[in-house]
């Protein structure tokens, strides 16, 4: 008994895979979407899902909206057939220059060029369900990308990667961009009322209305600053300032107040989401 609760013990300090928001995270985005979007739109994605087979990756299945959420990250070792996918899912802008959303964006390989493209497919009927699946997977993904703060914000240390620090307890020693794409997030999303139903619970209606309004630019911008004032805010005086000599700790204290943070950015993703699959599928 003290063996296996010693080995569950151990599990749990381990890291989850390197993808924004962590499954969770994804999951709770589409569920606050599906949630959100119109009647003809859920039909127009059961549709799509029944096409799963189709896409061909058994690995990495498309038949659920949890499936869904997360298609994007698990078919990057699918090199052959999605090997150019992996620099769409972030796009570094530099918080310690003037926002500048095309210098970060090369060749349309970046977060918000690939929303506007798979928004388009989705949207186009004289494509295949195949293709429009693959498209809506995408999308669903990506949106979710676009609202972590550490895949718009950037210090020169790769979205934050190579900006070392310690969360609490339970992550150890980690780095700025882990902490927020899972034990973060997780932790305030979990936290009652957690989930979809939990976050969503916390936005009144009109508020919903006032979110899903703006346009893709502004919503990058709105996640940079974000990353720039709560993310690289949280473990540093001056977010431009030099890199601290000691590696910062977020602690309790830390948590609770960045836990707002969280929940709101996953209730932005969620709803702006729905707008736009209304608009693809309606």
């Not at 369900?129 to 240390?157: K, T, Y």
């Amino acid at each position: 008994m003290r063996l296996r609760v010693l080995l569950a013990a151990c599990l749990l300090l381990l890291p989850s895979p390197a993808s924004a928001w962590w499954d969770y995270g994804h999951e709770t985005i589409v569920r606050i979407a599906w949630a959100e979007a119109s009647p003809r739109a859920r039909a127009g994605m059961r549709r799509l899902l029944a096409h799963a087979r189709s896409i061909e990756t058994p690995r990495c299945p498309a038949r659920t909206l949890a499936q869904l959420a997360t298609w994007a990250d698990c078919i990057k070792p699918l090199r052959e057939r999605f090997g150019e996918t992996g620099a769409w899912h972030y796009q570094n802008i530099h918080i310690c220059r003037p926002f500048d959303r095309a210098s970060a964006c090369a060749e349309g390989n970046c977060v918000t060029a690939q929303i506007e493209r798979h928004a388009e497919r989705l949207a186009n009927r004289r494509l295949s369900a195949r293709e429009r699946l693959i498209a809506l997977a995408f999308l669903v993904h990506l949106v979710g990308d676009l609202h972590n703060p550490m895949h718009a914000a950037d210090r020169d240390d790769a979205g934050g990667n190579r900006f070392a620090v310690s969360y609490g307890l339970i992550a150890g020693r980690t780095n700025l961009h882990l902490v927020w794409d899972g034990y973060l997030m997780e932790r305030a999303v979990s936290e009652p009322p957690g989930g979809a139903v939990g976050v969503l619970a916390g936005v009144a209606r009109a508020e919903r209305r006032a979110m899903g309004g703006g346009a893709l630019a502004e919503w990058v911008r709105e996640s940079w600053e974000v990353g720039r004032e709560a993310a690289y805010g949280s473990v540093l005086a001056d977010p431009c300032g030099p890199p601290p000599a000691t590696r910062p700790v977020i602690d309790e204290a830390a948590t609770r107040r960045l836990t707002p943070v969280l929940r709101r950015q996953i209730a932005r993703a969620g709803v702006r989401l729905a707008g736009m699959l209304d608009a693809a599928l309606t």
